[in-house]
């Protein structure tokens, strides 16, 4: 419909916002309270404007016209409007500049400065803040006001990880309607009303895995990010736009790096991936980065300890040692967060050595890749059912917040020229959620299954039943048959509850099932998930377990035969090895093997079990310096950027790559990014270099999905314990202050009776063996574990799945009693 | 939330009040049960500690934080425990033409408190609060539930003592106009001529109360 | 040109000559400097309280058009603060080599507590010498760097090459 | 003065005289009176019968025609906010009754459901009829406590008696109420802030479209009324339209209770036809003023005060004429400020309670209206004003006016401005010597 601002005529669909067509038009007002994402509330009035619209004739539905010169007469609305609130409507006139608006708006300013403190030059927001530029452009430059402000508890941590200003808060609702609308975890709200309002919690800390999103939408310095506090001022940060590495969502993050250090991780804005939002882990957990002990230089074995040297010494080293050994005796191993990049390094080094024994850790029994396209993050946002196996919130939590998004049942909207709409007129306050299109499905209970319409914790042990059985009954009633009932015991649901998600999913033109390792782990589950989704007519989303699991298999960095596999690289056969920035040591049984070894590289950033065993360490770089490209779950290729972050002479593993052909004396393909990037056009057909920070979407693979192993003799999964995924990367823990304030050490769940059988509080401190690796864990009790089993959180060398804890062998460190006292 | 732990919960052995409480509202609507449960809660300890909140937001699947906001929200839910007679003055604008500046003076001087204290026994709370809607019978004292409308000083005073008695007079109704005390209810069948019994009333009020022959317009 | 013109200034040569010479002999003895001279920057504290007036707001940084000055700053410790208020300045350095000594540090500090004092001598002999830091630059250090390690060699007072007078925000600085 | 009042020289007035005859408050004030026996007994829920046995639409039209506005305060017709409520569409439906009475000056609803309860239930359950809604919400102002008694004491008899529940008097109409106590806040007499605090949030007033019509209570269609408008629609429905009709004015009709308080000599609730100018309210009914007067507000605190002259006690009580004289009806709360109440003192008293009352929801009313005004009368008050505070504060007023997210600082902006116009001397008097035109003085009966 056609409307006039400022003299300015244009077209915008009905629904529209006012104040999304006045920045459409070109015209700014200010506003505080309206957010990208979230519900428009008209609170903080600062987008005021007068707007006026031509009215019809009830009887005759003409419009009315003005009897000077018979146009439309423009009827103005008696007060100003807030812009963010109300619909265009057609023929409406907005104006933004006149004396009377001007005044509205300077009054507005005015009324927020009232109770804000000028304390600008100390505030970390000082440079940053949306009431510094608006009170610059709007306010009149002086103050009326001549009372005390008023006086509130200032540096209140609200968590460990976010310090909240009570006196700058000017009540823009942001923070309080975020925890509502978009985790939905209410951990945060108003209290006292009027002038005495401030905001606050009765929980202990924020208990919500998406705290941090508060700092970044806070217009002013009210709340903000513990971790980077009077690290500098916002003019002094240099600002990387990237993608995370810790999470295979590729959530779009903005590094601020200070004279080589990361100071702090915002979101970045990518609307089909994150919208604006990141999870807790991802934003604080990039203090390990800045860790005292990274590894800066490489360093060679000399008569059995580690001494510094050149690249060139070291690569030199390796050369002389590798010298004749056998191709197929050397294996190479990344991590499976290294970019397409390193992987496409990695297996011109594996092509030269004529080894086949090259892999990515951890790597699924099944495929990560879904068989054709896979559900993008918006057909999660937009789905009308949704079926989710395992645990998304801690796998990829941008995963969890769409799911939320989907509940809400609201479209998301086209973008303006100006990006978002900024207030986006569908979404509401306390919006009721559609709980009843999700279903999930875990072998414990997960934080997202309190907004789900039906949960389902089955047994650990009998996931892959489950999803056989429902399988099952999935291809049974395709074609209106019927199902056998066969499998019926093993559903873990009624039958009609089953027939109901089969329906429902059915039904749906728009259904997405999600799954992740609980299931890629068993070739079998994986198969009657791919079945059921099939039969169903569901997109698929399958989460890795690292960021770019399915970009590493999709280009391939793969064993050339299942027994080149990783395991295989700790078999005596293996007589070298690379490892990039993988710990396997940290298992006694695998460290003694790597003893034997004739030579063990380790490309590493930090010291580990495994470096400490080294005959060559060679320093790497973290995810958040890493030049290259991701592909996420829904199948996005994603640009990551370095930061200038100081870390001596590290590099990523093309580096490596370069350093070790130079010393081979030939040029290895992927010797550098740009090189790896020639060979990728070729396997992608897609120039990595030319990646806007939102990504592009690759098209499907064809046929079979390449990574699954082959399904071998049928072994069900067993054991007590349960490794489970985790937001929070364990590995980095004790690198992360801030973050292990806030989450203590890694957990150690069991239900309380579980605990009480083996005479243990909550608190209590353990080295339990679990698999053969040693973890020392808190002890925590939880109601939503089921009895008898113990959930640790996944390292990159203990993936998610089903072990066996040796409950015999635990060791209690401390106490919880003891630390009390 | 460390006195969870120690403080038995409220409605552990008051069933069929929660029962009650909540069946007042649809199921979708359990939240709304919200505000009578603090009620009840402050109804018999005169206030709703941490502790309660937690148990509340419990109850009906909120977060504490929620209750709280709601809570702080009310002017008349006390976060800290209020005395046994809590005394309110309306002090908003009709009370105030009627001398309730002076009637609050008058009580904090008898008291010794200033308003938002508690005295030291636990017996009286002193507080200013916004209209009570009683502005044709200001000045007006709200004991805990209970209005004391049109109150003197001496009907202060003597409702002071009885109070320190431990008894609660019975609250005087001093209304004129329509509002007037009328008499009693008539029996099924019975005529009640109201206009009479008011011209009853106003006649009486107003050989009372002669009216003010400087009384007029300036 | 005339001959009147070229006697005028031969007079005005001549009527130097006999004057007493400006030229001071320095260092030996000591150079006057004008109040308002811009030397080496002094960090104030507040006089009552002895707390730093700096709160690390890293506007000097911003404003200075050299890129000298860098700072760093951190959360006081409630119960021993170092500066007034919630932050204070963990580090602040300035690179004497880089600054132009034109004050803007001094114009965009939002508390006054950097002020350009009278100092200038400041040669010396490591590249490093020059960065000036907290403990450089805090009321109460006198002299330059290499001034104070000569001081301590000899084992007597900082001796300064100049005298100034007073300047009003150069509060508790001591020539 | 319009020309309706001027056709009705006598104009009937309250309950003394023998041409008018009190229905709303007939039994107000009668011991006994709230019982259900006592309500039956003069043909209590005769109304909802006869409401039974016409078309729900027909009993909208009928209050449609009889002319009633809302008595809450914003006088908004009550059949046209009936009639739009969306069809019926299966989903359950409330009817709200809002006795949040807490305007200061206003208590006419208090008595009503103080000692004749039924009277509004039955009001509700006619509402309720009209609009299809089988579920009542009666949200009581939590200071009421007498009232809420008394209620839910009626609502419990009306149950057990068939009056309320399923089949209410065997009608085949299912009707019952949810009693529902608020706890001090103001805020919540605002139509959809007191949704909030019914549905246990914090009460802020919501955004308004959608109208409680598409979206109210639980998000379901609901229709919202005051006490007294429910309880009209009794006698509409018993009386009939043009009973209604007759009184008043042609502008407003019908009967309206003012609620007269402050310098008078006889304060109290009087139930008057609409119409009636305010000169016969304040000498006639409440024995004219005590001493000399100087303003009067018309309908509440939230209402722009008038000067006590000739040409504003001549106004009639109806919705345009007062509206063109510059204020508003109101809730009908009229209080009257005696010559030696300091004004500044007065608008204090008003501005605190509006700044006591905010929700703090948006700015101009949490920083202007909560914080920055009242200091500003304090300064004045404490004798460290100049003349360009009170500039300031005209300005400042000026800008809450119409700017906030509802009503609440137009309500506070409203007698603070109509005070600086009319009696700015006392403001610049304060300003200039520091203290009051008028000092403070004792105002308690001994």
């Known amino acids: 419909m056609k409307i006039k601002v400022n003299e300015v005529e244009l077209d915008v669909t009905p629904g529209t916002s006012v104040i999304d067509a006045v920045f459409a038009a070109g015209h700014d007002v200010p506003y505080f309270c309206s957010q990208e994402y979230m519900s428009p509330i008209g609170a903080c009035r600062m987008c005021l404007a007068k707007i006026g619209a031509p009215r019809k004739d009830r009887a005759t539905n003409d419009w009315i016209l003005d009897e000077e010169t018979g146009e439309p007469k423009i009827f103005w609305f008696p007060n100003p409007m807030a812009t963010c609130t109300t619909q265009v409507m057609e023929g409406m006139v907005v104006d933004t500049i006149s004396k009377d608006v001007k005044k509205a708006q300077n009054a507005m300013v005015e009324f927020t400065l009232v109770n804000h403190p000028l304390d600008c030059p100390t505030c970390d927001k000082g440079g940053a803040c949306e009431l510094q530029d608006r009170a610059y452009e709007y306010g009149s430059g002086e103050s009326r006001f001549v009372f005390d402000k008023r006086h509130q508890e200032k540096h209140h941590a609200l968590s460990e990880l976010i310090t909240l200003d009570r006196e700058r808060c000017i009540h823009c609702k942001r923070c309080v309607r975020y925890f509502e609308e978009v985790p939905g975890d209410e951990v945060l709200d108003f209290i006292e009303r009027g002038g005495h309002t401030y905001i606050g919690t009765l929980e202990d800390g924020l208990p919500s895995p998406f705290t941090g999103n508060i700092t970044d939408i806070c217009p002013v310095g009210a709340l903000l990010d513990t971790t980077s506090r009077f690290r500098g001022r916002n003019w002094e940060y240099h600002h990387t736009d990237t993608t995370s590495l810790d999470d295979p969502s590729g959530a779009a993050l903005r590094i601020d790096t200070r004279t080589g250090r990361i100071e702090r991780i915002k979101a970045g804005l990518n609307d089909d991936v994150n919208k604006t939002w990141i999870d807790d882990g991802t934003r604080f957990g990039h203090e390990y980065a800045d860790a005292e002990d990274r590894i800066t230089r490489p360093m060679v074995r000399r008569d059995g300890t580690l001494v510094e040297t050149t690249w060139a010494d070291a690569a030199r080293e390796i050369a002389e040692r590798i010298a004749g050994m056998d191709g197929t005796r050397i294996g190479i191993a990344l991590r499976g967060d290294a970019t397409l990049e390193e992987g496409v390094a990695a297996k011109a080094l594996a092509d030269h050595l004529g080894s086949g024994r090259l892999d990515t850790a951890p790597r699924p029994a099944a495929s990560v890749l879904p068989d054709g396209a896979a559900a993008t993050l918006r057909d999660v946002a937009t789905s009308d059912a949704l079926f989710v196996v395992g645990d998304p919130t801690e796998e990829a939590g941008i995963v969890d917040l769409r799911i939320k998004d989907a509940l809400k049942g609201v479209e998301p909207a086209p973008l303006f020229p100006h990006g978002p709409a900024i207030a986006d007129l569908r979404l509401k306050e306390r919006m009721p959620r559609k709980r009843e299109i999700l279903t999930i499905c875990a072998p414990y209970r997960t934080d997202l299954m309190k907004h789900a319409g039906q949960a389902h914790v089955p047994p650990a042990t009998s996931m892959v039943d489950l999803l056989h059985a429902l399988a099952e009954r999935a291809s049974a009633t395709v074609d209106g048959g019927t199902p056998s009932g066969a499998w019926d015991d093993a559903l873990g649901m009624t039958a009609a509850e089953a027939d109901a998600l089969i329906t429902r999913m059915r039904s749906s033109t728009r259904g997405v099932m999600i799954w992740s390792a609980f299931v890629s782990n068993d070739p079998r589950a994986d198969e009657a998930a791919r079945t059921f989704a099939k039969s169903v007519g569901a997109k698929t989303l399958i989460l890795g377990p690292m960021a770019n699991t399915a970009g590493l298999e999709r280009i391939s960095v793969l064993p050339s035969h299942d027994r080149y596999d990783y395991a295989s690289m700790f078999t005596p056969e293996t007589k070298a090895l690379f490892l990039a920035s993988l710990d396997p040591a940290v298992d006694p049984k695998v460290a003694d093997r790597l003893r034997e070894l004739d030579l063990l590289v380790v490309h590493a950033a930090f010291p580990t079990a495994t470096s400490a065993l080294a005959d060559v360490v060679l320093p790497a770089v973290t995810g958040y310096e890493k030049d290259g490209t991701t592909l996420n779950v829904e199948g996005r290729l994603l640009p990551v950027r370095a930061a200038p972050v100081e870390a001596g002479t590290a590099t990523d593993f093309t580096g490596v790559v370069k350093q070790l052909g130079e010393a081979f004396g030939t040029r290895l393909e992927g010797r550098s990014v740009k090189s790896a990037r020639r060979v990728l056009r070729k396997l992608l057909d897609v120039d990595a270099a030319e990646l806007p920070t939102t990504g592009q979407p690759l098209p499907p693979v064809r046929g079979k999905a390449s990574g699954a192993r082959a399904v071998r003799e049928y072994a069900r999964a067993t054991g007590d314990a349960l490794i489970v995924p985790s937001m929070v990367r364990v590995e980095h823990l004790d690198r992360n202050p801030h973050l292990r304030a806030e989450r203590g050490d890694a957990a150690l769940r069991a239900h309380p009776a579980t605990l009480h059988a083996h005479g243990l509080t909550s608190g209590d401190v353990v080295t339990l063996p679990i698999g053969g690796i040693p973890r020392q864990l808190r002890v925590t009790a939880s109601e939503g574990v089921p009895e008898g089993l113990w959930l640790a959180p996944t390292l990159p060398e203990q993936p998610v799945g089903l072990y066996d804890a040796n409950l015999a062998a635990m060791v209690r460190e401390r106490s919880a009693t003891a630390e009390v006292a | 939330m460390i006195e969870l732990n120690t403080i038995r919960p409220y409605f552990e052995d008051k069933p069929d009040v929660l029962d009650e409480i909540l069946g007042r509202y649809p199921e979708y609507g359990r939240r709304s049960a919200v505000m009578p449960l603090l009620w009840e809660v402050q109804r018999h300890e005169r206030y709703v500690s941490e502790a309660r909140i937690v148990e509340i937001a419990e109850i009906v699947g909120l977060t504490a934080t929620e209750v709280r906001g709601v809570m702080s929200f009310y002017s008349t839910y006390h976060g800290e425990p209020v005395g046994k007679y809590h005394l309110q003055v309306c002090s908003t604008l009709s009370c105030k033409l009627a001398g309730s500046d002076e009637m609050c003076d008058h009580l904090e001087d008898s008291l010794g408190l200033v308003p938002g204290e508690t005295d030291t026994e636990g017996l009286f709370s002193l507080q200013k609060v916004e209209c009570l809607g009683s502005c044709t019978t200001a000045p007006v004292l709200q004991v805990n539930d209970t209005y004391y409308e049109r109150v003197t000083r001496d009907e202060l005073d003597a409702l002071l003592d009885a109070l320190r008695r431990g008894e609660m007079p019975t609250p005087k109704r001093a209304r004129e106009g329509d509002n007037a005390q009328l008499g009693a209810a008539p029996l099924a069948g019975e005529a009640f001529e109201a206009g009479t019994a008011a011209d009853a009333a106003l006649a009486d009020a107003e050989a009372a109360e002669p009216e003010n022959p400087e009384g007029g317009a300036a | 040109m005339s001959i009147l013109n070229v006697a005028k200034g031969m007079g005005v040569t001549l009527s130097h000559l006999f004057k007493k010479p400006v030229t001071v002999q320095y260092p030996e003895e000591k150079a006057q400097i004008q109040a308002r001279f811009r030397g080496r920057h002094h960090l104030l504290r507040h006089p009552d309280t002895g707390l730093e007036k700096c709160i690390g707001c890293s506007l000097c940084a911003a404003a200075c058009p050299a890129y000298a000055i860098y700072v760093e700053a951190a959360e006081n410790d409630p119960d021993d603060p170092t500066s007034a208020g919630e932050r204070y300045a963990s580090i602040y350095e300035i690179n004497m080599l880089r600054c132009i000594f034109c004050g803007f540090c001094e114009e965009a500090c939002p508390t006054g507590a950097v002020v350009l004092g009278h100092e200038f001598e400041l040669a010396d002999f490591r590249y490093d010498h020059f960065v000036y830091g907290k403990e450089d630059m805090l009321v109460g250090v006198k002299g330059s760097k290499w001034q104070r390690r000569e001081a301590e060699r000899k084992g007597g007072e900082v001796e300064l090459g100049f005298q100034a007078g007073p300047r009003p925000e150069l509060e508790g600085v001591d020539y | 003065m319009s020309g309706a009042v001027a056709d009705k020289p006598d104009t009937i007035t309250s309950r003394h005289d023998p041409r008018f005859e009190v229905t709303l408050y007939k039994y107000v004030g009668v011991e006994g009176a709230h019982t259900l026996d006592a309500y039956l007994a ?308 008003v501005t605190r309670f509006y700044a006591h009352e905010s929700c703090g929801k948006c700015t101009p009313c949490r920083e202007g209206v909560s914080t920055w005004l009242p200091k500003m009368f304090q300064k004045l008050l404490a004798g460290l004003g100049t003349p360009e505070d009170v500039d300031l504060m005209e300005d400042m007023v000026s800008n809450l006016r119409g700017t906030a997210f509802c009503p609440l600082a137009d309500a506070c902006a409203w007698p603070v401005q109509t005070s600086l116009k009319y009696f700015r001397n006392e403001y610049e008097h304060l300003a200039q010597h520091g203290t009051p035109l008028h000092p403070r003085k004792d105002r308690w009966q001994s």
């Open chain 4, 42 to 349: 003069h043909g209590g829920y005769g109304a909802a019968k006869k409401a039974f046995g016409m078309e729900p639409s027909e009993v909208v039209d009928l209050v449609k025609a009889s002319g009633l506005r809302g008595r809450g305060g914003a006088g908004f017709p009550a059949g046209v906010k009936w009639s739009f409520m969306p069809p019926v569409d299966g989903r359950q439906r409330f009817v709200v009754c809002n006795a949040d009475e807490s305007e200061p000056g206003s208590c006419k609803d208090r008595y009503l459901m103080e000692d004749d309860p039924h009277q509004l239930l039955e009001g509700m359950m006619i509402a309720g009829y009209a609009i299809g809604a089988t579920k009542g919400v009666l949200y009581i102002r939590g200071e009421y406590y007498h009232a809420y008694e008394r209620l839910r004491d009626a609502i419990e008899e009306a149950r057990q008696r068939g009056y309320l529940g399923e089949n209410v008097m065997d009608s085949g109409f299912d009707f019952d109420v949810i009693l529902h106590r608020g706890a001090g806040a103001y805020i919540c007499g605002e139509e959809t802030a007191l949704m909030n605090s019914f549905e246990g949030l914090r009460a802020n007033p919501r955004l308004k479209p959608p109208f409680p019509a598409q979206a109210g209570v639980y998000g379901l269609p609901t229709t919202i009324n005051n006490v007294t408008t429910l309880a009209s629609a009794v006698h509409i429905i018993e009386k009939g339209a043009d009973w209604y009709a007759a009184m008043g004015t042609d502008d407003s009709k019908g009967i309206h209770h003012v609620q007269i308080s402050g310098a008078v000599n006889r304060p109290g609730v009087f139930e008057v036809p609409m119409g009636i100018t305010y000169r016969e309210i304040i000498f006639d009914l409440a024995g004219g003023p005590k001493g000399p007067a100087k303003a009067f507000i018309p309908g509440g605190t939230s209402c722009p005060l008038f000067p006590f002259d000739d040409e504003h006690l001549d106004l009639p009580m109806e919705y345009a004429a007062v509206a063109k004289a510059g204020s508003m009806m109101g809730t009908g709360g009229l209080i009257v400020i005696p010559e030696d109440q300091c004004i500044v003192d007065a608008m204090y008293n």
